[in-house]
């Protein structure tokens, strides 16, 4: 199976900030790659697909970058509603894993 | 636009199995992924197998083999997981989740609290 690993696991910001979240994976996944939101209690919200592609709808302050084994997600200047946990997904072969997750904390 | 609403939560005792059902409205699940996703308490999300109802042939992380089974009712555009010889560790939020045309999972149900308890 394909391991991902996600960096930080926590990571406190302040509203404007930049912050990037890596993830890793344990062998090449090209671009097959998600990055979804989760706010507690609530499913997950696509955000980034195909490593890069912003979904429909979501605000421009979110980027994917990557492809091979190493991925970012930016968040260009946090909003309040952007703290929150992130995770990724590699699609690239079964099972679908996804990263541990990183938590986003208000500093 | 593509609505998944799965059925409502459950407690179950060990050993004992729990079907959760995922009911589409809105769009078809026949030509689309259909992934099933569990989310322990403060934990991650793990992915635990999917099937595109069209070909009927699913897929399972290789953890739950021998407990696990994804169907798809294409006439009434639902699908199902069921999970058995539950444990405590089972406990968890089953999602459900259909992919858009770009193959990635965009629609998402409410989840469904399942509870292992003696």
């Known amino acids: 199976d394909i391991q991902l690993t996600q960096s930080p696991s926590f990571l406190s910001a302040s509203v404007g900030d930049r912050v990037t979240i890596t993830c890793r994976a344990s062998q090449d996944i090209n671009s097959y790659l998600a990055w979804y939101q989760q706010i507690p209690g609530k499913a997950p919200k696509l955000l980034i697909y195909?490593?890069?592609t912003l979904q429909s709808g979501v605000p421009s302050r979110f980027s994917g970058g990557g492809s091979g084994t190493e991925f970012t997600l930016t968040i260009s200047s946090l909003q309040p509603e952007d703290f929150a946990s992130y995770h990724c997904q590699q699609l690239n072969s079964y099972p679908y894993t996804f990263g541990q997750g990183t938590r986003l904390d208000i500093k | 636009q593509v609505q998944l609403v799965q059925s409502g939560a459950e407690v179950k005792k060990p050993g004992s199995s729990v079907r959760v059902s995922c009911k589409a409205s809105?769009?078809?699940?026949?030509?689309?992924?259909l992934s099933w996703v569990r989310q322990a308490p403060g934990q991650g999300l793990e992915w635990m197998g999917g099937i595109i109802p069209f070909f009927d042939t699913p897929n399972y992380e290789q953890k739950f083999q021998g407990r696990i089974t994804i169907t798809a009712d294409k006439s009434t555009n639902t699908a199902y997981m069921e999970l058995s010889s539950l444990r405590f560790e089972d406990t968890a939020v089953y999602y459900c989740?259909?992919?858009?045309?770009?193959?990635?999972?965009?629609?998402w149900g409410q989840g469904t609290l399942v509870t292992v308890s003696a």
């Open positions: 989740a259909r992919s858009a045309d770009s193959g990635y999972d965009l629609y």
């Open positions: 809105g769009g078809t699940l026949s030509s689309y992924a």
């Open positions: 195909s490593a890069s």
